[in-house]
């Protein structure tokens, strides 16, 4: 592949129509597709459970296999969960705000 096609086909900087377009889109309940650093990914509304169902359709994964769900703060994780164990208060504590998973 030549350097201007890679140029070509690497992800332009989003306007803010089609993140609008996005967020309404994650709002009805729908898919979207997103660029990441390597490939693309799928995104829903993760309090959604109807929107979950279709990522999981749509990526013929296993419902037992879970999916990651973006956390944006501490507001946001403690309106998820009812409590947090101590080591993850010492990983959130440490690496936030940055990413922080679970495998």
Known sequence: M??????NS?????????????VAALRRGEVIVF???????????ALN???VEKVFRLKGRDSKNPIPALVADREMLFSLVASIPPLA???ISRFWPG????S
């Open 2 to 7: 030549s350097k201007s096609e890679t140029e």
């Open 10 to 22: 690497k992800a332009k900087e989003p306007r803010a129509e089609h993140i609008a377009e996005a």
């Open 35 to 45: 660029p990441t650093e390597t490939l693309y990914g799928l995104g829903a509304d």
């Open 49 to 51: 459970s109807i929107a």
């Open 89 to 91: 208060e010492k990983l």
């Open 99 to 102: 990413p922080l998973t679970k």
